[in-house]
C-alpha cells in the first residue's frame, strides 16, 4: 500500500483501542445497568474513531482485511444494541464471545496487511 506511514499507524492504534474496549465490554456482558452501557458507548465510540481514520485513505479503506475486520466488529457490536435503549436487557453472551473470538484473526490479518505484523494479538493473550 501507498498509505503515509503516519495514517497507517493511526490505523492499527485505533484498531487496537477498539480491541481494549471490546475486552471491557465482555467482561460486563452479563451486568446489567449503566457501567454495561456505557461500556458499549465507549466500544461504539472507540470503533467510530476507527472507521474516521480509515476513511483517509480510500486504498485502506477498501481493503479486504480492513473490511473484514470492520464486519467482524459490527457482529460483535450487534449482540450489545439493545442495551441502550434497556439497561435489563439480556446480552447473548455465547454470542458476543464467539463473535469476540472471530475479531482477532481479522485483526491479525489486517495489521499484517499493513505491514505490522508484529501487532497481531490473540483473544486469550490480549
Same mark, same amino acid.
Given at each position: 500500500?501507498?498509505? *503515509? #506511514? *503516519? #495514517? ?8 487496537? %483501542?477498539?480491541?481494549?474496549? &471490546?475486552?471491557?465490554?465482555?467482561? $460486563? ?5 449503566? $457501567?454495561?452501557?456505557? &461500556? !458499549? @458507548?465507549? !466500544?461504539?465510540? %472507540?470503533?467510530?474513531?476507527?472507521? $474516521?481514520? =480509515? ?7 477498501? /481493503? ?6 470492520? @464486519? ?6 450487534? !449482540?450489545?444494541?439493545?442495551? *441502550?435503549?434497556?439497561? @435489563?436487557? =439480556?446480552?447473548? *453472551?455465547?454470542?458476543?464471545?464467539? /463473535?469476540?473470538? #472471530?475479531?482477532?484473526?481479522? !485483526? %491479525?490479518? &489486517? +495489521? ?8 497481531? +494479538? =490473540? /483473544?486469550?493473550?490480549?
Amino acid at each position: 500500500m501507498d498509505s *503515509t #506511514n *503516519t #495514517n497507517v499507524e493511526l490505523i492499527v492504534q485505533q484498531g487496537e %483501542n477498539v480491541l481494549i474496549s &471490546m475486552k471491557d465490554l465482555k467482561k $460486563v456482558a452479563k451486568k446489567n445497568g449503566k $457501567v454495561r452501557s456505557d &461500556m !458499549y @458507548e465507549r !466500544y461504539c465510540a %472507540n470503533l467510530h474513531s476507527y472507521y $474516521v481514520y =480509515t476513511l483517509m485513505d480510500p486504498e485502506i479503506e477498501n /481493503a479486504p482485511e480492513v473490511v473484514d475486520f470492520q @464486519e467482524k466488529l459490527n457482529l460483535f457490536r450487534d !449482540y450489545f444494541k439493545e442495551v *441502550t435503549k434497556d439497561f @435489563e436487557s =439480556t446480552v447473548d *453472551t455465547k454470542g458476543a464471545n464467539e /463473535a469476540y473470538d #472471530n475479531v482477532f484473526p481479522a !485483526y %491479525n490479518a &489486517m +495489521v499484517s496487511a499493513l505491514g505490522f505484523p508484529d501487532k497481531q +494479538v =490473540t /483473544a486469550k493473550k490480549f
